[in-house]
Nanobody, 124 residues
Framework: QVQLVESGGGLVQAGGSLRLSCAASGRRISNYIMGWFRQTPGKERRFVAT????????YYVDSVKGRFTISRDNAKNTAYLQMNSLEPEDTAVYYC?????????????????WGQGTQVTVSS
């Protein structure tokens, strides 16, 4: 089993940047596809970005392409989400997740392990 802890959220003005980190313990994240999701009150948790075990083939939801970058450092057992050009619509709780699926997956139910979430608030 793997435990995930997100950090790096906060309040930022529109156009600003934040870098989220997802520190894992218990097992090596090299065993998992890593993903980031976000959720706003009353809404379903939605896919943001994912990356394969080796760090290649990142995949993003269209609304963050060109602004967000997912990465991972398997040696540090940590995944990251660099968020640039933030918009008020990016305001949400951001969750890190790990999946045992063999290929890229964007569906929350295919991720077995989740962090507790970190709040990102973008002011206009």
């Amino acid at each position: 089993q793997v435990q995930l802890v997100e950090s790096g959220g906060g309040l930022v003005q529109a156009g600003g940047s934040l870098r989220l980190s997802c520190a894992a313990s218990g097992r090596r994240i090299s065993n998992y596809i890593m993903g980031w999701f976000r959720q706003t009150p009353g809404k379903e948790r939605r896919f943001v970005a994912t990356i394969t075990r080796s760090g290649g083939r990142p995949y993003y939801v269209d609304s963050v392409k060109g602004r967000f970058t997912i990465s991972r450092d398997n040696a540090k057992n940590t995944a990251y989400l660099q968020m640039n050009s933030l918009e008020p619509e990016d305001t949400a709780v951001y969750y890190c997740a790990a999946s045992q699926e063999m290929g890229i997956t964007t569906t929350p139910m295919t991720y077995q392990y989740w962090g507790q979430g970190t709040q990102v608030t973008v002011s206009s």
